[in-house]
């Protein structure tokens, strides 16, 4: 019997990175569906009221999106009962150590600075589905929240 596959959403309005992340997701040997969404609001009208048996395994979040950004994204997921436990796995081209404090304090799991060759996205995503698998979706220390790819 074949696994069910790991449902993944990826909120990113730049559609190369979309297609660069469903490139690395496709050379996995995990069996994915992955949903995308392009700004903030559409994320959001596709996950709330969402049921709990229909939330995705993991998002995967970039902070600079139009019409609403990923921190506003994140706090609405993590004050919402049913996403609460929604793992959160920001992507972002740059950010500060300050940034993935805050990011941190406010719920995402991992901090993720998107990679810009394509090995390295397919061993950072890889990286992110095994820890959240092993860990049954827990938050690692704040000392292994940031990933950066070797």
């Given amino acids: 019997m074949t696994p069910a596959p790991l ?41 709330t009221g969402m049921a ?12 600079n999106m139009p019409r609403k950004n990923g921190f506003e994204c994140l706090l609405d997921i993590k004050n919402d009962p049913t996403l609460s436990r929604l793992p959160v796995i920001i992507l972002s081209t740059y ?24 090995n390295k996205l397919k061993q950072v995503i890889q990286q992110v589905l095994t820890a959240l698998a092993e860990t ?9 929240f940031v990933l950066v790819s070797a």
């Fill in 7 to 47: 449902r993944l959403f990826l909120a990113d309005d730049d559609e190369d990175d979309c297609f660069f992340f469903e490139g690395a997701l496709a050379e996995l040997a995990t069996i994915t569906e992955l949903t995308t969404v392009h700004d903030g609001e559409q994320l959001m009208k596709r996950l």
């Fill in 52 to 63: 709990l048996t229909d939330v995705p395994f993991a998002l995967f979040l970039d902070l």
């Fill in 95 to 118: 950010f500060t150590q300050d940034m993935a404090t805050k990011l941190y304090q406010n719920g995402a799991h991992f901090c993720i600075q998107k990679p810009a060759e394509f």
């Fill in 136 to 144: 049954d979706v827990s938050r690692p220390a704040r000392e292994n």
